[in-house]
């Protein structure tokens, strides 16, 4: 868990499930015998459809939330165009190159995935972006500019990277400073970087950073109701739990709970003694009465992520577990109480730390054994870390999960994990925290 400012996209892709629609829950969820606590109530005419569609009542009461995602309008994207020109004349740097991913997404609208395929956003310093694109993509890159109108296309049989070259002549800087985007990959940076020999290349991270990192009031916005329909969905699967049920069986719930809702989400489950360790197995899990059970992972609204981590029981806990969890909560809620502008971000995650540390579970990474928590936004783990050595602070907008947990070796974890936001006067949870084992929902 790295604590630079490097996104390492995909780091937990290999638990997770795309969750677009409802999945046929195995039978088990007729032949299991003992329910978590009962589920709340539903309308009568749709629990009765639902039931004969063998969705269990909690998950059938979930309502679409679709039509309340309010998508990130053109001018707020002309306002990231033109901080990012703002922070590169600050940072004297003369144009920067995206790729396809996130950050090309954030700034111009325009969803593209990274292929041995050179497409790409050159911003300059002043003036429109210019596009670099496959000839035979090129009526596709115009369905989505919005912002200028200069789209450089390069034949099968030509260098793309010569067509970026020749922006910068045309931009008169091919002696200057071009910045190029962290996640652009090493064989395409090295690329522009030979077709450019008299430019210096830099890391883009002052501006994209620079922009992403500090959120808007309308990304907050959809990030508040990603966090709020994952946090349904969570108490929905759990009032839907039942004995017998594996690991797959939670995630089917869960893709039934998110396809209720309308927005994509995704989940990985730990069950039991594999909740020691903070990101599972893929070893088969099976639920019995007394066992943890880790619900990790969100869902997007507008391409803004949710993250959030409860650990529930079904059936009775342990007094240990019950112990555990207070001194995590705890931890959660030290971290909240330092979290505010100007402080360093290590501060953070040592708040939490000492805590744990304080009720037994020290020194420090011997059982909380990762960094407190990431930034969030658009990718759920993005800029900036909170972790010890990481000296940078904290400010007005931006949005950390916060996540301590103890990972007791071949008997249990218990982690807890909501997002917040810094405030000018401190930080604030875009969700409450889990109120206990017995009543994770409150």
């Known amino acids: 868990m790295p604590h630079n400012d490097t996104i390492s996209p995909g780091r937990r892709s ?11 829950l195995p039978m088990v969820l007729a032949g299991c015998a003992k329910a978590a606590p009962p589920a709340a109530a539903a309308a009568p005419a749709e629990a009765a459809d639902a039931a004969k569609a063998g969705v269990p009542e909690a998950i059938a009461a979930l309502e679409s939330v679709a039509h309340k995602v309010v998508p990130i309008t053109d001018d707020e994207r002309k306002q990231r165009l033109a901080k990012a020109q703002r922070l590169m004349a600050e940072n004297k740097i003369d144009a920067i190159f995206v790729g396809g ?24 310093k002043s003036g429109d972006p ?18 200028g109108h200069d789209v450089r296309a390069w034949e099968e049989d030509e260098d793309p990277y010569q067509r970026v070259a020749e922006v910068m002549a045309d931009l008169k800087i091919s002696t200057g400073t071009l910045g190029i985007e962290e996640t652009v990959p090493f064989y395409r940076a090295k690329g522009i970087a030979d ?29 508040q109701l990603a966090n709020d329909t994952t ?30 809702t309308g927005l994509n989400g995704f989940a990985s489950i730990t069950v039991g003694k594999y909740t020691a360790s903070p990101h599972g197995s893929i070893e088969p899990q099976h639920i019995v009465d007394g066992t943890p059970i880790i619900l990790d992972d969100g869902c997007k609204a507008d ?12 059936g009775t806990p342990s007094d240990k577990m019950r112990k555990v969890f207070d001194i995590v909560r705890k931890a959660q809620t030290a971290a909240l109480a330092a979290a505010r502008p100007g402080v360093a971000m290590e501060a953070v995650d040592a708040a939490a730390r000492q805590v744990i540390s304080d009720a037994g579970y020290g020194p420090d990474y011997k059982y909380f054994s990762h960094r407190l928590g990431h930034g969030i936004g658009m990718d759920m783990h993005e800029w900036n870390y909170l972790v010890r050595g990481n000296k940078r602070l904290l400010e007005p907008n931006m949005t950390f999960s916060d996540e301590p947990g103890i990972y007791i ?34």
């Open 231 to 260: 946090l349904k969905v969570y108490e929905a699967v759990w009032r839907s739990l039942k004995a017998g049920m594996t690991q797959n069986d939670v995630q089917s719930l869960l893709s039934m709970a998110y396809g209720r």
């Open 195 to 223: 077709a450019l020999p008299h430019m210096t290349i830099v890391n883009a991270a002052p501006v994209t950073v620079g922009c992403r990192a500090v959120k808007s009031p309308a990304e907050l916005a959809l990030m």
């Open 101 to 124: 991913g996130t950050t090309l997404m954030y700034f111009i609208g325009m969803r593209w995935g990274n292929s041995e395929r050179l497409t790409g956003m050159i911003l300059p």
């Open 130 to 147: 210019i596009y670099v694109t496959p000839a035979f993509e090129q009526a596709r890159t115009l369905e989505q500019v919005k912002f």
């Open 14 to 24: 290999f638990l997770h499930m795309s969750a677009t629609g409802a999945v046929a």
């Open 303 to 314: 391409g803004y992520t949710s993250d959030i981590t409860r650990t529930v029981v079904l």
């Open 409 to 442: 070796p071949d008997e249990f974890g218990v982690r807890l994990e909501d997002c917040m936001y810094i405030t000018e006067d401190g930080a604030r949870w875009f969700t409450p925290q889990s109120a206990s084992l017995d009543q994770p929902f409150g």
